[in-house]
């Protein structure tokens, strides 16, 4: 599966360049750089708490305020719902031992990442203005597991292998729809933007087993759903602005 989305994100990045490279007179394309906090919704908020994604994005507009674009986001996190996944191998009282006979000092977090092509459209308050409103949907994968940071301690019963039965290892394809506005100061001051965004993945668990219950994993996929709330940098590489192009 890595492979193969290492393919997509690289078609989706060519496509989305030769789209640019060979469109007419564009209104602007420019990177983005973000931040997003992550509400779970659904059984996904069984697992993880709130958490967060960064990440960058390009895109481009045309004339016919028509945007494409493409954007990849790392997720992270530190808020694990589940309490008892370790209960097979700790002691009355939730502790893990190591090799050493020691109390063990183990973290669990959130980690994972999501990639999307993006298609929408932007609303201009004025003609000559970037300003405005934009709603674009996008279309790709998502990915997020229980990381376990056993901090380099010799504990034989969560070993890199026996991780594996433990974290809830899950991908599957993806759907993104997000309205933002964007903010262009016109002498390029404030190139900002926010807004909200709704991820829904019809994801499958990649494991076999799981330790923690001692049974195996059903095969069916789920529905993953995260509420988000952006804020974003603009960076500009063309943009047509009061009937003039800025080159940065």
Known sequence: MGAQLIRIISLASFLTMYLNANAQELKQSAFTFHYNYQIPIGKLSMIFGNSSSVGTSYFFEKNN???????????FGVNIKDSTIFKNISTSNGYIIGSNGEYA??????R?????????YGFHFKKNSLNGIYI????????????IDTRQQNIPQL?????????????????????????????GRFLI??????????????RAYNYAN??????NREWDNLLGIKVEIIIPIKRKNQEEFHYY
Do not use: C, W
Not at 105 to 110: E, F, G
Not at 136 to 147: M, P
Not at 195 to 200: D, P, Q, S
């Open 193 to 206: 933007s926010s807004g909200v965004n709704y991820t829904t993945a019809y994801t499958k668990n990649n």
């Open 136 to 147: 674009t949907q996008g279309f790709g994968y998502l990915q997020h597991q229980i990381f």
């Open 112 to 120: 994972g990442f999501d990639s999307h092509i993006l298609v929408g």
């Open 105 to 110: 000092n183990v973290s669990l977090m959130q």
């Open 159 to 187: 070993n890199e292998n026996m991780k594996k039965g433990y974290d809830r290892f899950s991908n599957g394809l993806s759907t993104k729809f997000s309205i933002d506005y964007k903010y262009y100061h016109p002498k």
């Open 65 to 75: 305020n028509i945007i494409f674009g493409v954007e990849a986001n790392y997720i």
């Open 214 to 219: 001692n049974e195996y994993y059903s095969n």
